[in-house]
């Protein structure tokens, strides 16, 4: 095969920028990201990050292998809408339940919640995979790009986009990260409980829409 780096340097281009069509999405991981930047600081986005980029790298490898047949089928999309709608709704009744009483004023007791009980590297990878969103922008988006990526350079193509890709989610949640850690010396507990009540609704949102959405596919 012979390399062409102007369709290399576009698809890293292409690649970085369609990264943030699923990283600025809310969901568990922007979720577990502010909790976890009230706990540790600015390091809470990337070590997150590592771990949503070890649920990726599956995603990839899955569809590169010739596995996005298996992930556009409709029993799929049943069964990751439902598992992951429950998990976001019983995710966000642990929020709730929790951002009645936190505070700024005290460390943060992360640990509690649900999606943050075993570290941020790991509730990067679980906040991932519970999320059906991420399904389905890798059997959409993720497919498209995965095909490209071997046509232009092979395994090349492949490295190219999964590191440009992840570049996106690494600048995304470092700045939200950073933001929310720095904005922790001016934030109110008050203002910190209703940024969490928010977030706690929008995980009943998502958990809500996509169970429907799986419900309602099974209407004939």
């Known amino acids: 095969m012979v390399l062409d780096l102007g369709e290399l340097f576009l698809l890293a281009g292409a690649s970085f920028i369609a990264g943030f069509s699923g990283a600025i999405v809310p969901g568990p991981m922007?979720?577990?990201?502010?909790?976890?930047?009230?706990?540790i600081g600015g390091r809470a986005g990337p070590l997150l990050v590592i771990g949503h980029a070890m649920a990726e790298f599956f995603a990839i490898l899955a569809l590169?292998?010739?596995?996005?047949?298996?992930?556009?089928?409709?029993?799929?999309?049943l069964v990751v809408g439902l598992l992951g709608g429950i998990f976001l709704l019983i995710s966000a009744i642990d929020l709730l339940r929790m951002a009645g009483k936190a505070s700024l004023k005290q460390e943060s007791k992360g640990e509690g919640f649900v999606l943050l009980r075993y570290g941020p590297i790991v509730a990067g990878l679980l906040t991932s995979l519970s999320n059906p969103y991420f399904f389905?922008?890798?059997?959409?988006?993720?497919?498209?790009?995965?095909?490209?990526?071997?046509?232009?350079?092979?395994?090349?193509?492949?490295?190219?986009?999964?590191?440009?890709?992840?570049?996106?989610?690494?600048?995304?949640?470092?700045?939200?990260?950073?933001?929310?850690?720095?904005?922790?010396?001016?934030?109110?507990d008050r203002v910190y409980k209703g940024i969490l009540f928010l977030c706690g609704a929008f995980l009943i949102y998502f958990g809500a829409d996509f169970i429907i959405g799986s419900l309602s596919s099974l209407r004939i």
């Open 64 to 77: 590169a292998i010739g596995l996005s047949l298996v992930m556009e089928l409709p029993t799929t999309r």
């Open 136 to 188: 389905v922008w890798w059997a959409t988006v993720g497919n498209g790009f995965t095909l490209e990526a071997l046509r232009v350079g092979g395994i090349l193509g492949l490295a190219v986009f999964a590191l440009s890709h992840w570049m996106s989610d690494l600048s995304w949640y470092t700045a939200v990260s950073f933001s929310i850690h720095k904005g922790r010396r001016i934030l109110s």
């Open 30 to 39: 922007f979720v577990a990201t502010v909790m976890e930047s009230t706990r």
